[in-house]
């Protein structure tokens, strides 16, 4: 079974994992330059991305002739972090270096990450703390301190397919009865029942931590963990009744967990053939649907409620922070807030990017082109979002484990009260608590 993270699980909805640039160094020794006038910067990517960031590397060298910037990209996600680790450890880690958001709280917990608060408030700053979307720095902010910024965003969008919901007799638009304040659960799940017995399947989500803290939100329960950080979801009715609801529709096949798809029958497969109604999924799923000649026939909506207003759901980041012990300070902090200001973002996510903007003043970049019809839901849902919950994230492969439990839910391997107790004694022994 594929584990999908945040950021694994968007590179394989894109079929990017057998796509990386070939030949490009991996990060597996080299660490940042003894200059403080050279930066070297690391990151995973897709080949299109990584194009993209030896362009921005280019246009910020032409404005910056002082200053020499070297990409150190990494042939795959997986064992990005625990290299990078090793590199930190051993004093030969970039100067400045991308990281998932399921691996932020143990970078943070390290101390070898550079405190920005005081430089994103500098004058030489084009990112201040404030310019970002409060709800996307999760585990990056710590005791009132910042050791990394979100580089950009994908809120968890639901994604439909207009020509599924018209074969299963659907005549209501999910998009309009938002605009109306009447996406209501009821109404949602009335169209998965309608999807369901026209033989197509309902919805297609990835086990990670935005479906279930997701659907919890969604639905009106409160956080699973306190402030404290303990989790105390299993000690609520609430939301031990909206586990249960949710895993049922898994176990009844209204839901289909895409993780767990055949190859050559995966969720990508299924959606561009008209076969599932829904596919909830961030902004990239626009080079899907446009590769398929399909574009025409989806569009995207929010999650639904039981009043039908909008609530906070999860949106899905990556971190850019600086080596605590970099020879380049300066010159790191100025590519640094460049890369992530609205210019940068802009630069980076502009003429078919596949992220949403995690800064003010962007926001065009989403807009351009007017796909889908309710792209400004991008914006709207990524405004009062949410990234993974920080006691979580801090945690080596918390979130990890977490979706394990809640996979055994959806298999019908486990009920929803004991899959929030096993969850609640897991981050009890993990946080030591």
Known sequence: MRRANSMTRRLLAIGAVGAMTVGLAACSGGGGADDE???????????EELT???????DFMERHPDITVKLQPVAGYGDYHSKLLAQLTSNTAPDVFYLGDDQIGQFVDSGRLMPLTDLMESDASKTKPEDFFPGLFGAAEKDGEYYAA???SNPDVLWYDKQALEAAGITDDPAELAENGEWTTEAYLEMNEKLKDAGLTGSMFWNYWATHWSWLSSQGVAAPYDDSGAFVANTDPEAVAAVDE????????????????????????????HKAGFFVQGRYTIGTVESAGEAES??????????GQEAPTGVATSYLAINGDTDAT?????????????????FRLEGGGNAVPSIKGADE?????????????FLHMRDIGFEDYAAEARIPSLSTDV???????????ADAQGTLDAIAALVAEKSGS
Not at 52 to 57: A, I, L, T, V
Not at 300 to 306: A, D, K, N
């Open 37 to 47: 006038n050279t930066v070297v910067w690391s990151t995973w990517g897709t080949a």
């Open 52 to 58: 993209r960031y030896k362009e921005f590397n280019e």
């Open 150 to 152: 979100p580089n950009d």
């Open 246 to 273: 949710l895993g049922g529709l898994f176990q009844d096949g209204t839901f289909v967990v895409a993780d767990t798809l055949p190859d050559g029958a995966g969720a990508d497969s299924l959606f561009v053939t």
């Open 298 to 307: 989806y569009d995207i909506v929010r999650w639904p409620t039981p009043d």
């Open 330 to 346: 300066d010159a790191a902090f100025t590519f640094w807030t460049e890369f992530l200001s609205a210019e940068g973002q802009t």
């Open 365 to 377: 970049v989403v807009l351009e082109g007017g796909y889908p019809a309710h792209a400004e839901t």
């Open 403 to 413: 979706s394990e439990l809640f996979l055994k839910l959806y298999e019908g391997k």
